[in-house]
């Protein structure tokens, strides 16, 4: 281990164990080269695999160069160089000026030379477009996701190219600093904090927790399940440091998001908090909750006779069966990070936060945001 330099088939070898998903400590194993060696070369990509080098049909090739070359140094003329080669006569007469000349051409540097030259980057679109450029800082300041930026973008202006971007140019304009488009600071903003593209991983598997006289989800009715119907609700309890909990509540048919205080996760705290909040819906918004298999709604019979809402508990180990409320729990890792004490936020800035939240566009709304979903649903 610690070589100082990758071959350019290791890094070809290292770029392809990343993209079929494996670790850093096992590609450093495959590789033997310290872990800390492989991440630097993924922060320097950004996470990205660089693109395979290609040359264009139109370019001079190696061979034509040698022959090049070799008729000059026989004397003889460009245009006869050029008749020969089946090429221009103002192409070869280019590629000789651009190379020193007849007296100072050389196939070999005139190929390194054209190879350089040939990797001179294309100007990216966040480059190019400064008013596009800004707009993107700044919905990335309200900590809106690159994909939710995207399709913000399209939806807001269809018929402007010009200020149409895709999500994966805003991932390479923040992890490849080089670009100097996007500040650093705003990688801050991102959901996941990471400083480079990663692969998708599956969420953790919550343990089961038994709950007296549980109503099974797959009781539940089927306008909960096709998300036709507004009123349908997920919810769970995110935790901070210092045993503090949010409630999150999520509605399946637009995912609008409320939070709630609690004081802790005890079922007399989490279904008083919960009652009050659900009775300030109006009644077409209060048709089922759909929870974890958490302790802290094992009174939920009781909170079904305070808000006339049915309560349905999830499989054990399958939290995918209230997948809003698990996507929109790891989006609030952007305001609440992990190691948080949440005792320390009001009702009131949970409200702000929870607005912020319903007022970001969302890629399976069609990048609606919750707000005006639910609001279209109610009228």
């Known amino acids: 281990m610690g070589r100082v330099r990758l071959s350019s088939g290791e890094r070809a070898e290292l770029w392809r164990r990343w993209q079929t998903g494996e670790t850093l400590t096992q590609i450093s194993r495959a590789l033997g080269w310290y872990p800390g060696r492989v991440y630097q070369e993924l922060r320097r990509r950004g996470g990205f695999a660089p693109s395979e080098r290609r040359?264009?049909?139109?370019?001079?090739?190696?061979?034509?160069?040698?022959?090049?070359?070799?008729?000059?140094?026989?004397?003889?003329?460009?245009?006869?160089?050029?008749?020969?080669?089946?090429?221009?006569?103002?192409?070869?007469?280019r590629e000789v000026r651009r190379h020193g000349g007849r007296q100072a051409y050389r196939a070999s540097v005139a190929e390194a030379q054209a190879?350089?030259?040939?990797?001179?980057?294309?100007?990216?679109?966040?480059?190019?477009?400064?008013?596009?450029?800004?707009?993107?800082?700044?919905?990335?300041?309200?900590?809106?996701?690159?994909?939710q930026i995207a399709g913000w973008l399209e939806r807001r202006y269809p018929d402007r190219s010009a200020m149409q971007v895709s999500h994966e140019t805003i991932y390479r304009s923040l992890f490849i600093q080089a670009r100097g488009l996007l500040k650093k600071e705003l990688l801050g903003h991102l959901r996941a904090g990471h400083r480079y593209r990663r692969r998708r991983r599956g969420p953790p598997q919550p343990g089961p927790s038994p709950i007296p006289e549980a109503v099974s989800i797959r009781e539940r009715p089927a306008e909960a399940a096709d998300r036709a119907v507004p009123g349908h609700w997920e919810g769970d309890l995110i935790v901070g440091s210092e045993n503090s909990y949010i409630a999150t509540l999520v509605e399946r048919h637009s995912r609008f998001l409320l939070l709630v205080k609690v004081k802790d996760r005890s079922t007399a705290t989490v279904t008083a908090a919960l009652q009050q909040q659900i009775r300030r819906l109006p009644e077409e918004l209060r048709r089922s909750l759909t929870w974890d298999r958490g302790s802290e709604l094992a009174g939920h019979r009781a909170f079904s006779l305070a808000t006339d809402m049915r309560v349905y508990f999830c499989d054990p180990h399958s939290p995918w069966q209230r997948g809003s409320n698990e996507n929109t729990n790891g989006l609030l890792r952007q305001y609440f990070p992990k190691g948080t004490d949440l005792s320390h936020y009001s009702q009131r800035q949970l409200d702000a936060v929870a607005k912020q939240m319903?007022?970001?566009?969302?890629?399976?709304?069609?990048f609606k945001n919750p707000a005006e979903t639910l609001a279209e649903a109610l009228r």
């Open 55 to 93: 040359r264009p049909e139109r370019q001079l090739r190696l061979a034509e160069r040698e022959e090049i070359s070799r008729q000059l140094a026989c004397g003889r003329s460009l245009r006869a160089v050029a008749r020969q080669l089946g090429r221009a006569p103002s192409t070869v007469s």
């Open 115 to 147: 190879w350089t030259w040939g990797g001179r980057p294309k100007r990216c679109k966040l480059a190019a477009q400064p008013r596009l450029r800004r707009v993107v800082a700044h919905k990335l300041s309200l900590r809106w996701s690159p994909q």
């Open 358 to 366: 319903n007022g970001r566009p969302r890629q399976t709304l069609g």
